[in-house]
């Protein structure tokens, strides 16, 4: 079984930062992308960032410019750095990873269990 386990949420006031971090464990052979998405009730969830294992990124034009994903592939690491936070940021954050489990194993994806972010004053 694959773990991804969240921490760093929070409240924080408008203007603020927060650094969200995400370690993946278990039975990985290896992960492409990882990658945060977040959501809000009553809404679908939506990406937020990716980083895929050679270090190509891709961003929300929401986020674009205050928010920065970084991984650690050793480590089966992803970071999120967020700056600039605004009200409408707030929301549960999920970590994910398409991965394998074996080498030429099927991709799958994961999902944390996710992380509050509440921007308010």
């Known amino acids: 079984q694959v773990q991804l386990v969240e921490s760093g949420g929070g409240l924080v006031q408008p203007g603020g930062s927060l650094r969200l971090s995400c370690a993946a464990s278990g039975r990985i052979f290896s992960i492409n992308v990882m990658g945060w998405y977040r959501q809000v009730p009553g809404k679908q969830r939506e990406l937020v960032a990716g980083i895929t294992s050679g270090s190509s990124t891709n961003y929300a034009d929401a986020v674009k410019g205050r928010f920065t994903i970084s991984r650690d592939n050793a480590k089966n690491t992803v970071d999120l750095q967020m700056n600039s936070l605004k009200h409408e940021d707030t929301a549960v954050y999920y970590c994910?990873?398409?991965?394998?489990?074996?080498?030429?194993?099927?991709?799958?994806?994961?999902w944390g269990q996710g992380t509050q972010v509440t921007v308010s004053l």
């Open positions: 994910h990873a398409a991965l394998r489990e074996q080498y030429q194993g099927p991709t799958r994806l994961s």
